[in-house]
């Protein structure tokens, strides 16, 4: 979708934007101090001496019961200038915890090595991986833009440094290549300073350079997106997947029950709807089981336990904005032909409307109607947001956190069951998870297509609770 994939492009890095807009000089908003008495210097309130000295005898009032008066409204005066103090304490206090954790934090450098965010968000995005050929690509602090990594005195000890930073771990890892940076590195590169050892922080070891002698790294994190069989050539007209097509297709279960679908995205990581897990919150109630295409052999195999249900905090009930979740998995997955990840979209891969995609899942076959013991796959369009939400398909309820997929004709879509399961497009030999089944209009009506979180935007929120974990 070129408007999504513009999208993705935006909410890259929000920060990064503030550096070349940054915030104007900081004025205190009105109405945070309490207005003082006008003419009237603030200490001059403070003793009932100075008051009497201060106050003005209005004729025809006798002088005696101003004495009483005064006391009383000295007494008042002192509460005032003591509430007065207060607040002005508070604000400074306010003020400096603002600048600290937050001021300070929009102001200082991304991904200059000094950690100015109370949770390290500015140190934390300073190298991403870009379009289908995976180039590596390192934040520049000084140029304020994203330039492709040199691959000169690189290895791989730097490589598994990197992706571990952004959010995979180490036993993921499998290799560095080389990859054309094209005009990508219009700007220049980054460059490993002469030097450079593996032992400190790789970011601060890089710097900008007009030229490269090799080619830019591209960056393998995780084996992920091959399938191991081909979609549909097996099963004609069919909508039974074959073995090993979708290996990264999980049954997530409560009670032997499947509930809803899952994507491998890491040995560790399963990536479902948030939507899933409104009812039924306790990891201790899931199972997740991969590696089959029916429901009933899978139960009786082993299944892995769920240490953490993450939701996406933004997720709404109301309209099924950011309906995101991940699970973290006590125990490791092992891939085989069958148990494999999909790639998590880079930034760059177009993932736009007209693509080709696939859904697959446990799903009901039809609107309300029976569920199959078999994994089943359709194959969708993605459409425009435009078209998504022209008012006779889903009139306006597609927001950025969205993408809508079917066929605007009917008769192909995903179902009740086939939730947080996921929606593939192939793009430079692997398969890149398009977004997780989240909710619709019935089943395949005419112009009802199915709508799916939009992964693509939420890349970051993926790395950083991979990171976090
Ligand atoms: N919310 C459904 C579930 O829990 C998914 C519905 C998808 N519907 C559709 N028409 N594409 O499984």
């Known amino acids: 979708m070129n408007n999504n994939q513009a999208n993705g492009l935006t909410y890259d890095n929000i920060g990064f934007q503030l550096e070349e807009g940054r915030p104007p000089p900081y004025t205190p908003p009105q109405g945070i101090y309490p207005p003082l008495p006008q003419g009237t210097p603030s200490y001059v309130a403070v003793t009932p001496k100075t008051i009497n000295t201060h106050h003005t005898v209005i004729p025809g009032t ?9 006391i009383k409204k000295c007494h008042w005066k002192r509460i005032l200038c003591a509430s007065l103090c207060v607040l002005l304490i508070l604000a400074v206090v306010g003020l400096l915890l603002w600048y600290f954790l937050y001021y300070q934090c929009l102001l200082g450098k991304w991904c200059d090595g000094v ?11 300073c190298f991403r991986l870009h379009g289908t050929n995976f180039m590596l690509q390192s934040y520049s602090s000084e140029s304020h833009t994203w330039m492709p990594v040199c691959a000169e005195n690189w290895d791989n000890n730097y490589g598994s440094a990197v992706c571990e930073q952004i959010g995979y771990k180490r036993q993921d890892y499998v ?9 990508l590195a219009s700007k220049g590169y980054m460059k490993l300073k002469p030097g450079s050892n593996h032992g400190s922080h790789i970011h601060s070891q890089l710097t900008y350079s007009q030229s490269c002698s090799s080619r830019a790294v591209k960056l393998h994190c995780i084996e992920c997106g091959v399938s191991s ?16 097509a979708w290996p990264w297709q999980v049954s997530l279960q409560i009670h032997g029950q499947h509930i809803c679908g899952g994507s491998i995205i890491s040995p560790y990581w399963i990536l479902s709807a948030a939507h899933c897990f409104q009812a039924y919150s306790n990891p201790g109630m899931w199972m997740v089981y991969a590696g089959d295409l029916s429901l009933l052999q899978m139960s009786f195999g082993p299944g892995k336990t769920v240490n953490k249900i993450i939701n996406h905090e933004k997720f709404d009930t109301k309209n099924n904005d950011n309906d995101i979740a991940l699970l973290k998995l006590n125990t490791p997955l092992t891939f085989t ?9 880079n930034i760059g891969v177009d993932l736009s409307a007209g693509h080709q995609a696939w859904i697959t899942g446990w799903g009901a076959l039809r609107s309300s109607g029976p569920s199959p013991d078999r994994l089943n796959q359709a194959q969708v369009t993605i459409y425009s947001r435009e078209t998504c939400n022209r008012p006779q398909v889903l009139n306006g309820e597609i927001t950025k956190t969205m993408i809508c997929a079917g066929k605007l004709q009917g008769g192909v879509d995903s179902c009740q069951g086939d939730s947080g399961g996921p929606l593939v497009v192939k793009e430079g030999d ?6 997780d089944t989240s909710w619709g209009i019935g089943c395949a009506f005419r112009n009802k297509p199915g709508v799916y979180g939009n992964v693509t935007y939420f890349i970051e ?3 950083d609770q991979m990171q976090n974990e």
């Not at 006798?62 to 005064?70: E, L, R, S, V, Y």
């Not at 290799?175 to 005009?183: D, I, R, V």
């Open 62 to 70: 006798p002088h005696n019961t101003g004495q009483k008066k005064g």
């Open 115 to 125: 950690r100015d965010c109370s949770h390290g968000e500015d140190e934390s995005r």
């Open 175 to 183: 290799s560095y290549t080389q990859t054309s940076a094209g005009s």
């Open 229 to 244: 069989a081909a979609p549909s050539t097996r099963i004609v007209g069919g909508t039974e997947a074959v073995s090993g």
């Open 337 to 345: 032909r069958t148990v494999k990840p999909v790639c998590l979209p």
């Open 430 to 435: 692997v398969w890149w998870l398009a977004g």
């Open 461 to 463: 929120w993926i790395y």
